[in-house]
């Protein structure tokens, strides 16, 4: 009897974490029928077992058992009812997963609307309710396909229907402030610093809105943005500046301007390279003749 008492309260434990596991996940897979019910099935058969067990077996010793048994019809009551809230969970994921399909679906048409211009579309989607800040396919936002095709009216519209500016944009989810810049829409970077883009943004090495500017050669964009405050000597993950990204590339008025405002000339890489070795290294002589000339020494 005690054997069977702890038999039962097991396939209770492993029944309560099937529901744990179903309602508990934030983003749990779409449920199948043999995810959910191969389980219960198990759990019904077992049960089954036990039933039989009871009614055909008597104790087999006379030491008093130490886990009080739970009646095997209550407990099938019990799984069924847990079988219920199983399935109620995968209903209630399916449901999500189709609604968030169709959403995904409209924002596509929006982004696809904005990318090409057609502002008139664009503002019928948004007049029909649609979630601004909801991503497409290509987890791409409305501001950010805005950001990318340097529409600056749609950003305007996309703003006032409170689009968020931080909100990350494409499979490598960028701000739509690095999102313009990526595409070289320096127009579109401009405004979205205006509006209250956070230019200390980084992507995922670390690279902040600065860095980039430096590294496209945006003048304008790194003028602004150190206007604006931000660090000029601000490392991303491999220790890079925005002064070793624009002596890479061969910039000279954006390294100009960086050391005017204070760049450290001498600031390495993790890998130990500084602006001035890989201004030599990519043969731009007057980057740097600037960088000796502000002080750098290797």
Do not use: C
Request: proline fraction near 4%.
């Amino acid at each position: 009897m005690e054997r069977r008492a702890l038999w039962i309260l097991v396939l209770v434990l492993a029944a309560l974490q099937i529901v744990q596991f179903a309602t508990r996940s934030r983003y749990p897979p779409v449920a199948t029928a043999s995810t959910t019910s191969a389980p219960l099935a198990d759990l019904e058969q077992r049960l089954a077992a036990l039933e039989f067990a009871a009614d055909a077996s008597t104790p087999q010793s006379d030491e008093p058992a130490r886990v009080q048994a739970v009646e095997p019809r209550a407990l099938a009551a019990r799984v069924a009812r847990l079988e219920t809230v199983i399935a109620g969970a995968s209903a209630r994921r399916n449901q999500d997963a189709i609604a968030a399909a169709a959403q995904r679906k409209q924002v596509g048409k929006l982004t696809t609307a904005i990318a090409s211009g057609d502002a008139a579309t664009a503002r019928a989607l948004l007049a029909d309710g649609l979630d601004v800040n909801a991503r497409d396919d290509d987890r791409q936002t409305p501001l950010g396909a805005a950001a990318v095709a340097g529409r600056l009216d749609l950003i305007d519209i996309l703003l006032a229907n409170e689009a968020d500016l931080e909100r990350k944009t494409g499979r490598r989810g960028l701000t739509p402030l690095l999102a313009a810049l990526d595409a070289d829409q320096e127009e579109a970077a401009l405004a979205l610093i205006d509006r209250g883009a956070n230019p200390a943004a980084a992507d995922k090495n670390g690279e902040n809105a600065l860095e980039w500017a430096s590294f496209n050669g945006a003048t304008k964009v790194v003028s602004k943005l150190l206007r604006s405050g931000s660090r000029v000597n601000a490392r991303s993950h491999d220790g890079a500046t925005a002064l070793y990204s624009a002596a890479r590339r061969g910039h000279e008025s954006v390294v100009s301007a960086l050391l005017r405002a204070g760049a450290d000339p001498n600031l390495a890489t993790k890998s130990g390279s500084t602006p001035l070795a890989i201004a030599r290294a990519k043969g731009h002589d007057a980057v740097a003749a600037l960088l000796r000339r502000s002080g750098a020494r290797k």
